[in-house]
């Protein structure tokens, strides 16, 4: 069964720290794994990783997938309280099956 | 730009009764899904399509069915509303392959 698992589940911090948010997977013919930020409504897309060891940047936020030990992380440098919300983690599978599989978020607010 | 668009957005049902959630797309994305959102959690694979005519169980496909008779739409059928079905329902698709997946605004369905 597909599996992904987000590290922690909930996270507090103060304005101008960094967070670093994990993500694991184990998922049947991977493509590429996506993060995801969730606020009040929809999920919006952040990154897709592909490919080992590149990292992938956005402003404060960063991204790197390991397709070794089959885990990426999603770090963000001087946090603000905007950055507060669910930040979702998702494998996308591939062949004739195609789905994305989505693990159970991590929720980060930032105090000011 | 419609991209992703779902009704209603929001339904109180009571106990037993029929409903359809409604989901379209215009962007000839080939891959659709469904997924629940418990609060608190991830997101749940209910439902999912790879093409027109074609579609395939997710992770929590009872009490749900689905057709996919058109490119542009994917609706979700409730048959016998039940509490546990009370969540956000969130419709997305996909061009599939190394492509993200776009969210619809969601639903928010109450069985009572």
């Known amino acids: 069964e597909d599996k992904v698992v987000q590290s922690p589940l909930s996270l507090v911090v103060h304005e101008g720290d960094t967070v670093t948010l994990n993500c694991s997977y184990e998922?049947?013919?991977?493509?590429?794994l996506l993060w995801y930020k969730q606020e009040k409504k929809a999920p919006t897309f952040l990154f897709m990783l592909?490919?080992?060891?590149i990292e992938k940047k956005s402003g404060r936020l960063s991204s790197i997938l390991d397709k070794k030990e089959l885990f990426s992380i999603l770090n963000i440098t001087a946090t603000q309280t905007g950055d507060s919300a669910v930040y979702l983690c998702a494998g996308n599978t591939q062949g004739g099956s195609e789905k994305l599989v989505f693990g159970k978020g991590t929720k980060l607010t930032v105090n000011p | 730009n419609a991209g992703v668009t779902q009704t209603p957005k929001f339904r109180i049902l009571k106990i037993g009764q029929s409903m359809t959630l409604q989901c379209t797309q215009d962007m000839n994305h080939n891959y659709m899904y469904w997924y629940r959102q418990d609060p608190g959690m991830g997101l749940k694979l209910i439902y999912y399509?790879?093409?027109?005519?074609?579609?395939d169980k997710g992770e929590v496909p009872n009490g749900y069915n689905v057709s996919r008779s058109t490119t542009e739409d994917f609706p979700l059928r409730l048959e016998l509303a039940a509490p546990s079905q009370t969540s956000v329902y969130f419709c997305a698709s996909s061009q599939g392959g190394v492509s993200e997946a776009f969210f619809g605004q969601g639903t928010r369905l109450t069985v009572v």
């Open positions: 592909t490919s080992s060891g």
């Open positions: 998922v049947t013919n991977f493509r590429s």
């Open positions: 399509s790879v093409g027109a005519g074609i579609t």
